[in-house]
């Protein structure tokens, strides 16, 4: 059974950084892209950014380039986002998910910024 | 960017009703093209892809068609497990991105 399981959330003052994490199992992680998607409270879904199986390849939504990183470690079947400069409308559940058409979805991380 | 706007964004229906959500691209997307069901407090739920194909495990009762920049995602007989949010979202270019989301709630 495919399980993908966050954590690191928690509440960050603007400017604040975090770093996310995403438990993978179940499934041989290394050869899937893999995708964090955000929503905020009471909002819809936003892609955030995607990575290739083997890390070589990232792509981002406009609003976070250059202050959030998308990263992997296929030996540790983990997968990450590190999110810097965070702003208030950054706050949202992140939830990991396989592939880029998001088969699966973990639970789900909440990320409160605000001061 | 690629735009998906959702109609209608809210719904009010009965079980065994059929339902039909319209998904239009500001561009064509070919067939890339994924449907969502989400509950309240809980992830997404993938129901189709490329369009057309059924997630396995979905029932049959979820369909979705068109192509290019016109969407369809038809249930053709409401169940009380269905009543909840869905989303498309377009795979052709990135940035990937959403349409705004259709809740269906119990008339």
């Known amino acids: 059974e495919v399980q993908l399981v966050e954590s690191g959330g928690g509440l960050v003052q603007p400017g604040g950084s975090l770093r996310l994490s995403c438990a993978a199992s179940?499934?041989?992680?290394?050869?899937?892209?893999m995708t964090w998607v955000r929503q905020a409270p009471g909002k819809g879904l936003e892609w955030v950014a995607d990575i290739k199986q083997d890390g070589s390849v990232t792509f981002y939504v406009d609003s976070v380039k250059g202050r959030f990183t998308i990263s992997r470690d296929n030996a540790k079947n983990s997968l990450y986002l590190q999110m810097n400069s965070l702003r208030a409308e950054d706050t949202a559940v992140y939830y990991c998910a396989r592939q880029r058409i998001l088969s699966e979805w973990g639970q789900g991380t909440l990320v409160t910024v605000s001061s | 960017d690629i735009q998906l706007t959702q109609s209608p964004s809210f719904l009010s229906a009965s079980v065994g009703d059929r339902v039909t959500i319209t998904c239009r691209a500001s561009?064509?997307?070919?067939?890339?093209l994924a449907w969502y069901q989400q509950k309240p407090g809980k992830a997404p739920k993938l129901l189709i892809y490329?369009?057309?194909t059924l997630q396995s495990g979905v029932p049959s009762r979820f369909s979705g068609n068109g192509s290019g920049t016109e969407f369809t995602l038809t249930i053709s007989s409401l169940q009380p497990e269905d009543f909840a949010t869905y989303y498309c979202q377009q795979l052709n270019s990135y940035p990937l991105t959403f349409g705004g989301g259709t809740k269906v709630e119990i008339k």
């Open positions: 490329a369009a057309s």
């Open positions: 561009q064509g997307i070919s067939s890339y």
């Open positions: 179940g499934f041989t992680f290394s050869s899937y892209w």
